[in-house]
């Protein structure tokens, strides 16, 4: 059973067109939410870490924000260079030690 | 040289080669990760490196082999690969730290034939 899942699989935007990628997990003993863009051909890139329900971090066109069980990254009026796969990573408590455990990614492609 | 780099990009080899990946931080992180990333699959945890000690082992098939001789390097010896070992294998490094972000290298892709 997957406990990160991203979804949509993919999404195809108009540039401009704002819209939001989901991250829900289900673990508990959340330790820290993360946010990764990876473009074709390169590691994946850190963007935002959120640790508790109600935080916000934004960063020119992105807007990361955390609930209890999901968290949103909103795009706004993206452009064609937004086009990369988003990870969402989740670190959560196993006893002793934590896990950080991936999604599958988000393919976005911005059409201008 | 900022960041995390892996050499080299690309890598072909047969089944019955012996090859080495190897990964360099200069971000003075003192954790080193290998990952496994596939088509369609989230990124596969494979081997951790905290203070030049290996402190995580995933069930990772014997034909890898880490290395991490210091804490500004790890090197992963492939020898016996299948088939389906092929992928893009990413390095990180992170503080040893349970908030700290992984930093990636931009992998190397391999393919196994």
């Known amino acids: 059973e997957d406990q990160v899942t991203q979804s949509p699989e993919a999404l195809r935007l108009q540039e401009g067109e704002s819209s939001s990628l989901n991250c829900s997990y289900t673990v508990s003993g959340l330790r820290g939410l993360f946010w990764y863009r990876q473009d074709p051909g390169k590691g994946p890139e850190f963007l935002f870490t959120l640790y508790s329900a109600g935080e916000e971090k934004e960063k020119e066109r992105l807007k990361a924000t955390l609930t209890k069980k999901e968290s949103f990254l909103h795009i706004t009026a993206p452009k064609p260079e937004d086009s990369a796969t988003y990870l969402c990573a989740v670190r959560f408590y196993t006893g002793a030690n934590s896990k950080l455990t991936f999604g599958k990614g988000i393919t976005l492609s911005v059409r201008p | 040289e900022t960041g995390v780099t892996q050499t080299p990009r690309h890598l072909v080899m047969g089944m019955t080669n012996k090859k080495s990946l190897k990964c360099e931080q200069h971000l003075g992180h003192n954790a080193m990760y290998w990952y496994k990333q596939s088509a369609k699959k989230p990124l596969e945890l494979m081997f951790v490196y905290s203070l030049e000690e290996r402190v995580e082992n995933n069930s990772v098939p014997s034909r890898f082999s880490p290395e991490c001789p210091n804490s500004s390097h790890l090197f992963l010896h492939l020898h016996t690969l299948q088939p389906e070992d092929s992928a893009l294998y990413l390095c990180?490094?992170?503080?040893?730290?349970?908030?700290?972000?992984?930093?990636f290298g931009n992998g190397t892709r391999l393919t196994v034939t």
């Open positions: 990180a490094s992170s503080q040893e730290h349970f908030s700290s972000p992984l930093h």
